[in-house]
């Protein structure tokens, strides 16, 4: 997420990772290992670099040049770079909160769960669970929207190739949503889906085709314009109320694109120890974020140089990218591929949450313990349980529902990047430092890390605000 967006975080299933922050409830015991754990780990700096880009990049990267575009040529790279910044010191926070601190019994937090719980308590991992069962939710939201705005997309730019650019090519995407949403109450029966290696795989390679396309694209209208559009302020506005909340939803989008700080200590989890783990990590994770930071500043910058005052919401559905149509459609289709599975990735989770507490409540049920064979339908190796058809089916169609009401790409986008992004990467990461390190109050870095969540904190709630009200808006006008 952002996914991406947030991030686009869960996205990437780790082999060697023991849990993840949504696959245990705050309230069961704490998956730690001592340092004798027999769990041989191989991570390098590498594959970590590898891991942190492909969880970070994602259909977030879609919505940046609509993002710069509110805020304009100085606002908008900035924020970027501010939003990095952010993401960067998160990094460095959870580094320190791989391992306690304790010398007679160190334990690895293999999750951005279990060391909520183990250091800041029980409290704060039940406040905790719920930002993440709010975060797979939220993301499932935005993959819906963007999937149906992207085969709206592949639609267009073969109608207006076959039939010209004044053609009337409208296309609902309610349908879409809802054939996707089928599609996702089937795959959404596999159990454990987002373990299959090859889901990772195919969802790198998705990301990075349908990224580089966008930004090769707004290069080359660039180029053909002869021109860099766009203004230091940013798109023009007769009302300063609206432009105001224009900027808070950019914001949002930009949050939405950049954090990783869930999946964070799951990567850090497959290092191997030699040289200590967090210097491993700091490492990458300054690497990552300058190749992402780059990598947005380029997506988002050519979008906004190329189209100026009509830049899209979506980078890959602007009217100017219909030529050449089959570029358009491959990227369109790339995105559709990745979030297909990027989905049930970010929802299996919740789903075993939900079912295991479900299994230990009534032991003794069949609804819920039951698996019903249907080879007899041609279905080899696929078992039906009436709970995970009726929960799961339930599900999906609640999203897709929201998804209908809701089908506003950058709006949704800027709520969803707001909701959970200070909890999760500023609030818990500098309260789990501040008490790992047991910093004492009144103390310098004590009254640094305290200003810097509290402007944090007020950055993002203009952004929610300006998010949900324009979601409002979308909706009713």
Same mark, same amino acid.
């Given at each position: 997420?952002?996914?991406?967006?947030?991030?686009?975080?869960?996205?990437?299933?780790?082999?060697?990772?023991?849990?993840?922050?949504?696959?245990?409830?705050?309230?069961?015991?704490?998956?730690?290992?001592?340092?004798?754990?027999?769990?041989?780990?191989?991570?390098?700096?590498?594959?970590?670099?590898?891991?942190?880009?492909?969880?970070?990049?994602?259909?977030?990267?879609?919505?940046?040049?609509?993002?710069?575009?509110?805020?304009?040529?100085?606002?908008?790279?900035?924020?970027?770079?501010c939003f990095a910044s952010v993401t960067l010191i998160s990094a460095f926070l959870l580094?320190?909160?791989?391992?306690?601190?304790?010398?007679?019994?160190?334990?690895?937090?293999?999750?951005?769960?279990?060391?909520?719980?183990?250091?800041?308590?029980?409290?704060?991992?039940?406040?905790?669970?719920?930002?993440?069962?709010?975060?797979?939710?939220?993301?499932?939201?935005?993959? /819906?929207?963007?999937? =149906? +705005?992207? @085969?709206?997309?592949?639609?267009?730019?073969?109608? !207006?190739?076959?039939? $010209?650019?004044?053609?009337?090519?409208?296309?609902?995407?309610?349908?879409?949503?809802?054939?996707?949403?089928?599609?996702?109450?089937?795959?959404?029966?596999?159990?454990?889906?987002?373990?299959?290696?090859?889901?990772?795989?195919?969802?790198?390679?998705?990301?990075?085709?349908?990224?580089?396309?966008?930004?090769?694209?707004?290069?080359?209208?660039?180029?053909?314009?002869?021109?860099?559009?766009?203004?230091?302020?940013?798109?023009?506005?007769?009302?300063?109320?609206?432009?105001?909340?224009?900027?808070?939803?950019?914001?949002?989008?930009?949050?939405?694109?950049?954090?990783?700080?869930?999946?964070?200590?799951?990567?850090?989890?497959?290092?191997?120890?030699?040289?200590?783990?967090?210097? /491993?990590?700091?490492? =990458? +994770?300054? @690497?990552?974020?300058?190749?992402?930071?780059?990598? !947005?500043?380029?997506? $988002?910058?050519?979008?906004?140089?190329?189209?100026?005052?009509?830049?899209?919401?979506?980078?890959?559905?602007?009217?100017?990218?219909?030529?050449?149509y089959w570029l358009v459609d491959i990227a369109n289709a790339c995105v559709v591929v990745?979030?297909?599975?990027?989905?049930?990735?970010?929802?299996?989770?919740?789903?075993?949450?939900?079912?295991?507490?479900?299994?230990?409540?009534?032991?003794?049920?069949?609804?819920?313990?039951?698996?019903?064979?249907?080879?007899?339908?041609?279905?080899?190796?696929?078992?039906?349980?009436?709970?995970?058809?009726?929960?799961?089916?339930?599900?999906?169609?609640?999203?897709?529902?929201?998804?209908?009401?809701?089908?506003?790409?950058?709006?949704?986008?800027?709520f969803s990047g707001a909701i959970t992004f200070w909890p999760v990467v500023v609030y818990?990461?500098?309260?789990?430092?501040?008490?790992?390190?047991?910093?004492?109050?009144?103390?310098?870095?004590?009254?640094?890390?305290?200003?810097?969540?509290?402007?944090?904190?007020?950055?993002?709630?203009?952004?929610?605000?300006?998010?949900?009200?324009?979601?409002?808006?979308?909706?009713?006008?």
């Amino acid at each position: 997420m952002g996914f991406d967006e947030e991030v686009d975080s869960v996205k990437m299933p780790l082999k060697h990772t023991r849990s993840s922050p949504s696959s245990s409830s705050p309230s069961s015991t704490p998956p730690t290992e001592t340092m004798k754990d027999p769990l041989k780990r191989t991570g390098n700096e590498w594959t970590a670099l590898a891991h942190i880009i492909t969880a970070v990049i994602g259909s977030g990267v879609l919505s940046l040049a609509w993002s710069i575009a509110q805020l304009g040529w100085i606002a908008g790279p900035f924020s970027v770079l501010c939003f990095a910044s952010v993401t960067l010191i998160s990094a460095f926070l959870l580094c320190n909160c791989y391992k306690s601190t304790d010398p007679e019994c160190t334990i690895r937090h293999g999750s951005y769960l279990d060391a909520v719980r183990s250091i800041l308590g029980k409290k704060s991992a039940w406040f905790c669970g719920i930002i993440v069962q709010i975060n797979f939710i939220k993301v499932a939201i935005v993959y /819906t929207i963007t999937t =149906a +705005s992207s @085969i709206g997309a592949i639609l267009k730019s073969n109608c !207006y190739h076959y039939e $010209g650019h004044d053609a009337a090519c409208s296309y609902s995407t309610t349908i879409h949503m809802v054939i996707f949403g089928a599609v996702q109450v089937l795959v959404s029966q596999v159990r454990d889906f987002q373990n299959t290696k090859w889901l990772s795989v195919v969802a790198a390679i998705m990301s990075f085709t349908y990224s580089f396309i966008g930004a090769g694209l707004g290069l080359a209208k660039v180029i053909e314009n002869r021109e860099i559009k766009g203004s230091i302020t940013g798109l023009p506005s007769d009302n300063a109320v609206e432009k105001v909340w224009s900027v808070a939803q950019a914001l949002g989008d930009i949050a939405f694109a950049f954090p990783f700080s869930l999946v964070f200590l799951n990567i850090q989890d497959t290092l191997k120890e030699t040289p200590p783990e967090k210097v /491993t990590m700091k490492k =990458a +994770s300054t @690497i990552a974020v300058c190749i992402t930071t780059l990598f !947005y500043l380029c997506c $988002g910058g050519f979008g906004y140089a190329a189209f100026g005052t009509n830049t899209p919401g979506n980078l890959l559905t602007g009217f100017g990218f219909f030529e050449p149509y089959w570029l358009v459609d491959i990227a369109n289709a790339c995105v559709v591929v990745h979030l297909v599975g990027a989905y049930q990735v970010f929802s299996q989770p919740l789903f075993e949450n939900f079912e295991s507490w479900l299994g230990r409540k009534f032991p003794e049920s069949d609804i819920v313990h039951k698996d019903y064979d249907l080879k007899r339908l041609l279905l080899p190796g696929f078992r039906l349980n009436l709970l995970r058809l009726v929960f799961r089916t339930a599900y999906v169609a609640t999203v897709t529902g929201i998804a209908v009401l809701f089908p506003y790409f950058n709006q949704v986008v800027g709520f969803s990047g707001a909701i959970t992004f200070w909890p999760v990467v500023v609030y818990f990461p500098v309260e789990m430092y501040l008490k790992q390190k047991r910093i004492e109050s009144w103390t310098t870095i004590k009254i640094v890390l305290r200003t810097y969540t509290y402007i944090c904190l007020v950055v993002i709630v203009f952004a929610f605000v300006g998010s949900v009200r324009g979601l409002i808006v979308a909706r009713f006008s």
